[in-house]
């Protein structure tokens, strides 16, 4: 190991060379790291599971992996070697995230900001005028839903399909690659079985879909049919199997992580009834001054800047991604103490949750320590890399635009359409994560009563 760095930084020893750390990485990732920064520093060298993870928490080294190039320290190849316990890696293969990138753009924000009304027109009937639910399970399925929507069409959403598709979805569900690490052990056993199954059952499902439209012209501006039109130019056999890897990871994507910020968004307003109060009070001058539909319009919905606050608290203090960087070509590093020149092999690694949290004040819940989608100057003293959230630089996630449209969307149509209070006490983050926003260890149970009449 002490080839892949030098000068040679601080190496992690353990009883049991490579598995003893990763029997800690497995079991609580945050602690774990958070233990070896006390004892080895802002940087050093470790073996989980055979990964040689050179690890940084400076405020330059974090600005320095955030300043690394594609072509030198992968961001994509580290994802694909993560992920690619679980997922068929002919979806990878097939999958163009420039794309990706062109669904985000802008100018499609009003069009989605229709379809994800439109999904919730049709969901949250489905939970009844009362009862008690999971507050994850339900923001997850009520995601889904809306995915299904935006990334294929509002047919993909309706009753009768949207389930079909959920099967399918839940076994390929990246999650368990980083959410639960132990259950991705039973897929790499069966060689993804049950993957590569239900992979074959959305080929299936998708051109059922494509197929009932003939003649159709009424979902001209879906995606869908925008990844047809991408296609066009593949014989069938390869356009079919195309649009359906590119259609999986939009949703996969999608689902990975903003579900659970969102169902954290309602933890804390029902956990902290000023803030809840304020959202409100948000809500009813924005409706004074853009009117009743104000949730349907973009500038309006832009304007609401303090349930964005709320929403980038609730993500920084859920945070537990891990951020690698697979190094392809000898990269120099420097942490702001040592230039360091790392070789291919190595990962170089850093985990949000242990600098997100790192002083007294940034352990306390408050939206006011952001302004908009921006961190207060001097929360983060050591560098504005140290405190994350949606990332930085070139790897920032392009998706946080219509992530603030979404949360203000559902949680204002939830808060509209139901009362609601918590039969949880304080749900923590699950120990065991490693990567993504954080699920809670146990059950965040809310009760509801519809406020129809």
């Not at 794309?99 to 009304?117: A, N, Q, S, W």
């Not at 920084?316 to 420097?334: C, G, H, N, W, Y």
């Not at 146990?442 to 009760?447: D, F, M, S």
Request: hydrophobic content about 40%; proline content about 4%; some cysteine.
């Amino acid at each position: 190991m002490t080839h892949l760095v030098s000068p040679k930084p601080p190496i992690v020893h353990e009883e049991l060379a490579h598995i003893g750390a990763g029997l800690q990485m497995v079991d609580d990732p945050t602690g774990y790291l958070t233990r070896l920064r006390e004892q080895y520093g802002d940087t050093f060298l470790v073996d989980v599971f055979g990964y040689k993870l050179f690890c940084t928490f400076s405020g330059r080294g974090l600005e320095s992996l955030y300043k690394l190039e594609e072509d030198a320290a992968s961001f994509g190849f580290a994802t694909f070697d993560l992920l690619g316990f679980k997922t068929p890696t002919e979806i990878f293969i097939d999958t163009n995230l420039s794309i990706f990138y062109e669904m985000l753009g802008i100018r499609k924000l009003p069009y989605y900001v229709d379809v994800i009304h439109g999904v919730l027109d049709l969901e949250l009937p489905r939970l009844g005028a009362q009862g008690e639910v999971d507050v994850f399970d339900m923001v997850r399925t009520l995601q889904q839903r809306v995915g299904f929507g935006l990334w294929i069409g509002i047919d993909a959403a309706r009753d009768g399909t949207w389930q079909r598709l959920k099967e399918q979805f839940d076994v390929l569900s990246q999650e368990s690659a980083f959410a639960n690490p132990r259950e991705t052990l039973a897929t790499i056993v069966s060689g993804k079985a049950r993957e590569r199954a239900a992979l074959q059952a959305l080929y299936d499902i998708l051109d059922e879909i494509h197929a009932a439209r003939a003649g159709s012209d009424a979902h001209a501006n879906d995606s869908l049919t925008f990844m047809h039109a991408k296609f066009a130019d593949c014989d069938e056999v390869t356009r079919r199997r195309k649009v359906a890897h590119n259609v999986i990871n939009a949703n996969q994507g999608f689902l990975s992580n903003l579900y659970a910020a969102l169902a954290w968004v309602v933890v804390r307003l029902l956990q902290h009834d000023d803030v809840l109060e304020q959202v409100r009070a948000e809500a009813r001058r924005t409706a004074a001054e853009f009117g009743p539909d104000f949730l349907r319009q973009v500038e309006a919905l832009n304007s609401m800047h303090y349930l964005e606050q709320v929403l980038m608290e609730s993500v920084r203090m859920a945070q537990r991604s891990i951020t690698l960087r697979k190094v392809l070509r000898p990269v120099e590093f420097d942490d702001g103490d040592t230039v360091y020149t790392v070789q291919p092999g190595a990962y170089i690694t850093t985990l949000l949750s242990v600098t997100n949290l790192q002083t007294d004040e940034l352990r306390r819940f408050d939206p006011e320590h952001y302004e908009g989608n921006r961190l207060r100057p001097g929360l983060a003293a050591a560098g504005k890399e140290t405190v994350s959230t949606f990332g930085h630089g070139t790897h920032a996630c392009p998706a946080q635009k219509l992530s603030h449209a979404m949360c203000k969307i559902v949680v204002h149509r939830l808060l509209d359409a139901f009362d609601l209070a918590a039969e949880f006490a304080d749900p923590r983050p699950a120990a065991g994560q490693l990567g993504g926003v954080a699920r809670p260890g146990e059950a965040a149970t809310v009760r509801y009563r519809s406020r129809a009449g």
